[in-house]
């Protein structure tokens, strides 16, 4: 089961992007995983940036994002989204959705599901 993650795009310093993240045919029901959203730059590991919890719907994020990312979750769609925001050159990357039933959340080892990314490229 793959999930699919869109929205990425070129844009400059300071604008904001919209990631959305589902399954196909409802493959999977997203309320009743933690989903988080990672992302991998040229020549660096891929990182934890932000993620959303199944239960109560508690959230977590780097510390490279707190205040200018925020995640949320649409169930009647099936989606989650990433509103990325004040975007800077740093945040360029291609950004991957993910869904896991662990607690821990910052690990992408754990996760179970994943999409084939998304591009977001971040102009100075």
């Known amino acids: 089961v793959q999930l699919q993650a869109c929205g990425g795009g070129l844009v400059q310093t300071g604008d904001s992007l919209r990631l959305s993240c589902t399954t196909p045919?409802?493959?999977?029901?997203?309320?009743?995983?933690?989903v988080g959203w990672f992302r991998q730059a040229p020549g660096k590991d891929r990182e934890f940036v932000i993620a959303?919890?199944?239960?109560?719907?508690?959230?977590a994020y780097a510390d490279s994002v707190k205040g200018r990312f925020t995640i949320s979750r649409d169930n009647a769609k099936n989606t989650v989204y990433l509103q990325m925001n004040s975007l800077k050159p740093e945040d360029t990357a291609v950004y991957y959705c993910a869904a896991t039933k662990n607690v821990q959340l910052r690990t992408p080892e754990l996760y179970l599901y994943w999409g084939q990314g998304t591009h977001v490229t971040v102009s100075s």
């Open positions: 959303v919890r199944r239960s109560g719907g508690s959230t």
């Open positions: 045919g409802r493959a999977v029901s997203l309320y009743t995983y933690t």
